[in-house]
Structure formats: structure tokens, C-alpha cells
């Protein structure tokens, strides 16, 4: 019951925080999932470091065209990354309402809201087929778990990008490590 209450009123605050919005922002919100329905987040929000956010680029390869996703997007840093450094279209999706607003505020800084969206949702259930590169920081348990949706739902040649976790028996095509931090690649397979 308390949970149900605290969504409620976070979701008048979400309200209110979409009700200011410019309305080229609004126009490019899809709709989300109510809150009231989302399971709680799986993991602790930890903010990758920015060094790892750019080699997380990096290795993704991102070329113009390119729609990028972040799965459990938190703050939106890997998004908003991609659309300043690499001018493409990026896609954060939380279940959190808390970093979906953190995130469209660092966005409306960083002057990005015209490449950048952010979804509140389940990343389980969202759909991610148009994108061409997938960026995750969640565990390994989860990663496993969310394998045969992304092998299911994206298109051969589609980039994964994980920090720090692997995808079980699934071997990386390559590992990078930048200030102790793990970052592993694997392409969807044709």
C-alpha cells in the first residue's frame, strides 16, 4: 500500500513536470508505461564514470544513423553523450520516475532534447527493435536474462555494450578495460 501511495505522488510530480515541458519536448515523449505498474528497479542506480561512458562509445562504433538505447539508463549520461559526441538519435529507458526526470533535465542542459528521449519502463518488456547499438550496466543475472530478448528483438548487426557484465556463456567479441573497469561487445548474429 505504501509503495502504491509514493508512486502516486511521484507520478503528480512527474505530471507536473511534463505540464512545463517545451513542447518540442512533449512531442517527443512516447508514452510510458503508469508507474503504478512497474516492478520495482532490480539494481542500485550507480552512475558509470564518464572515461567509461566514452570508451562504452567508443567500442559501439557508433556512425551517423546509428539509434542507440540505454537499458536502465539512470541519469541519462550514455545517451546524452552519444547525441553531443556522435550526433545521433539515443533512447534511455528506466524504471525509475526520479532519473527519467534527472535525465531529461541533464538533457535540456546539455542542449540535446532534439536527439534524446527518455522512457520510463520496464527495459523486460520495452521495445528496443530500432536499435542499432544497446548499452548496459546492470549484473550478469540480468544481462542472462535479457539475452534472448535482445537476440529476439534486434536486428543482426546490432551492437551490445555492457559495463562491467557479461552475458553468461555468450563470450564478448572484445573486452576493454579503462580505469579498472570492464567493457565488453557482442554483436547480434546474422
Known amino acids: ?62 556512425q551517423e544513423g546509428d539509434v542507440l538505447y540505454d537499458l536502465g539508463s539512470g541519469d541519462g549520461r550514455i545517451p546524452i553523450m552519444a547525441a553531443r559526441a556522435y550526433g545521433i538519435h539515443a533512447v534511455g529507458i528506466d524504471i525509475d520516475v526520479r532519473r527519467i526526470a534527472e535525465a531529461n533535465a541533464q538533457a535540456r542542459g546539455a542542449g540535446v532534447t532534439a536527439h534524446v528521449e527518455f522512457v520510463l519502463g520496464d527495459l523486460f518488456t520495452a521495445d528496443s527493435r530500432e536499435a542499432t547499438v544497446v548499452t548496459l550496466y ?33 563470450e564478448p567479441e572484445q573486452t576493454v578495460q579503462v580505469d579498472g573497469h570492464m567493457i565488453y561487445l557482442w554483436t547480434v548474429p546474422h
Open 138 to 170: 546492470l549484473l550478469d543475472v540480468l544481462n542472462e536474462r535479457l539475452r534472448p530478448k535482445l537476440l529476439r528483438d534486434l536486428l543482426p548487426g546490432t551492437r551490445i555494450v555492457s559495463h562491467a557484465f557479461r552475458m553468461g556463456d555468450w
Open 1 to 62: 500500500m505504501l509503495r502504491r501511495e509514493c508512486l502516486a505522488l511521484l507520478g503528480g510530480c512527474l505530471s507536473l513536470h511534463v505540464a512545463f515541458m517545451p513542447a518540442p519536448l512533449l512531442a517527443q515523449q512516447r508514452p510510458a508505461v503508469p508507474h503504478s505498474q512497474l516492478p520495482l528497479p532490480d539494481v542500485k542506480f550507480v552512475p558509470t564514470p564518464r572515461a567509461v561512458v566514452a570508451a562504452m562509445l567508443r567500442i559501439a562504433h557508433l
